[in-house]
């Protein structure tokens, strides 16, 4: 069974920066992966997707300040997130890029408030 396990997140000031993580329980070389995020109220946006080749592409909202990278050796999907704002507040999920509807793991919540 293939799981996504997101973590990384937290309470942090505006301005402040978090790293979150997703481990996959199979290998990721090959996949285009994503981060989304949903945030209180609003649908699930991707904010940043990274090919197997390791080119990257952000949503308008955090381009400049988030940052998304992998390491196919770990399995892992990385997310840096710099100069956060409070409309970053979003409980943040990876997946593939397209989605895989059944690969939506717990997510981690990140909160950004002073």
């Known amino acids: 069974q293939v799981q996504l396990v997101e973590s990384g997140g937290g309470l942090v000031q505006p301005g402040g920066s978090l790293s979150l993580s997703c481990a996959s329980s199979?290998?990721?070389?090959?996949?285009?992966m994503g981060w989304y995020r949903r945030a209180p109220g609003k649908q699930r946006e991707l904010v940043a997707h990274?090919?197997?080749?390791?080119?990257?592409e952000y949503s308008d909202s955090v381009k400049g300040r988030f940052t998304i990278s992998r390491d196919n050796a770990k399995n892992t999907v990385y997310l840096q997130m710099n100069s956060l704002e409070p409309e970053d507040t979003a409980v943040y999920y990876c997946n593939t890029a397209p989605m895989n509807f059944w690969l939506w793991g717990q997510g981690t919540q990140v909160t950004v408030s002073s």
């Open positions: 199979v290998s990721i070389f090959g996949t285009t």
């Open positions: 990274i090919t197997s080749g390791a080119f990257t």
